[in-house]
């Protein structure tokens, strides 16, 4: 089983800067795909941005430019730097990973994934 746990949430003011992390621990100890999603009140949870296993990113396009997702292999913790941000950014935001050595994609697809963390609060006030 992977644990994933996620921080660094918080308020922010719009075109103001955050970074939230996820840390994975378990077994085994090697994510292979990596991404955030978020969920906003009355909306289905979406995809942000994801990372594979060479280390490729993606990115939906209302965050293109914006955002960066990272990731510390030493320390198997993803990141995702938000620069930029807007009210419509607020959501919570949610990590996801998949062990399976065969996962690759372009898309931020929540299918993807098996593993999910519960969740980081961004809220962006204007």
């Known amino acids: 089983q992977v644990q994933l746990v996620e921080s660094g949430g918080g308020s922010v003011q719009a075109g103001g800067p955050l970074r939230i992390s996820c840390a994975a621990s378990g077994s085994p100890d090697i994510t292979y795909c990596m991404g955030w999603f978020l969920h906003a009140p009355g909306k289905e949870r979406e995809g942000v941005a994801r990372?594979?296993?060479?280390?490729?990113?993606f990115y939906t396009d209302s965050v293109k430019g914006r955002f960066t997702i990272s990731k510390d292999y030493a320390k198997n913790t993803l990141y995702l730097q938000m620069n930029s941000l807007k009210p419509e950014d607020t959501a919570m935001y949610y990590c996801a990973a998949e062990i399976d050595r065969t996962c690759w994609g372009s898309r931020v697809s929540r299918s993807d994934f098996s593993y999910w963390g519960q969740g980081t609060q961004v809220t962006v006030s204007s």
């Open positions: 990372i594979n296993r060479d280390s490729t990113t």
